[in-house]
T-cell receptor
């Protein structure tokens, strides 16, 4: 079955710098890759997603890139701000599978 | 629209007691999921349902049972609570078309 690995588990960056979180997946048939942000004590919420027919997607300060050949996708956050501090989860799914397969999460710490 | 609502938000149980967590959605989504989230760990799937009257086991189903008698409700039962079931439980819903998962606000359960 599908397996999603996420790195790093913790990432500490200076406010204003960029942050990159990477995920790899095992099933080449996976075709949907969302990223979720979970603030402390809150529910996970979708921040950006990408489908396998697209290589990159941007939404203001966040972007996701997908490399289907290498089976990895990455979340990029530019000009980080204190409110970006949270746990970020990647996931993967495919049409024939009912489940989203989740990465273990990355705790992003923005240092002032 | 309320989206996805979990009841209760907090609960303390004694070992051996039973309880039911309710997930209610008004989004008309086919798929519903129950996850548990423990400190430093990601989301682990307990059970899921792909439609009214159907349920299936996830990654960590032992000690839990579920029912989906109505499309809008997904119930998670603990027959005999154990301290190892102390966790935050999240319900989520999704459509079949590989789209965003919507989460409830979570239930913090402590078993003493």
């Amino acid at each position: 079955g599908e397996n999603v690995e996420q790195h790093p588990s913790t990432l500490s960056v200076q406010e204003g710098d960029s942050a990159v979180i990477k995920c790899t997946y095992s099933d080449s048939a996976s075709n949907y890759f969302p990223w979720y942000k979970q603030e402390l004590g809150k529910r996970p919420q979708l921040i950006i997603d990408i489908r396998s027919n697209v290589g990159e997607k941007k939404d203001q300060r966040i972007a996701v890139t997908l490399n289907k050949t290498a089976k990895h996708f990455s979340l990029h956050i530019t000009e980080t701000q204190p409110e970006d501090s949270a746990v970020y989860f990647c996931a993967a799914s495919k049409g024939s599978n009912y489940q989203l397969i989740w990465g273990a999460g990355t705790k992003l710490i923005i240092k002032p | 629209n309320a989206g996805v609502t979990q009841t209760p938000k907090f609960r303390v149980l004694k070992t051996g007691q039973s309880m039911t967590l309710l997930c209610a959605q008004d989004m008309n989504h086919e798929y519903m999921y129950w996850y548990r989230q423990d400190p430093g760990m990601g989301l682990r799937l307990i059970h899921y349902s792909v439609g009214e009257g159907t349920t299936a086991k996830g990654e960590v189903p032992d000690g839990y049972n579920v029912s989906r008698l109505k499309k809008q409700n997904f119930l998670l039962g603990l027959e005999s609570a154990a301290p190892s079931q102390t966790s935050v439980y999240f319900c989520a819903t999704r459509t079949p078309e590989d789209t965003e998962a919507f989460f409830g606000q979570g239930t913090r359960l402590t078993v003493v």
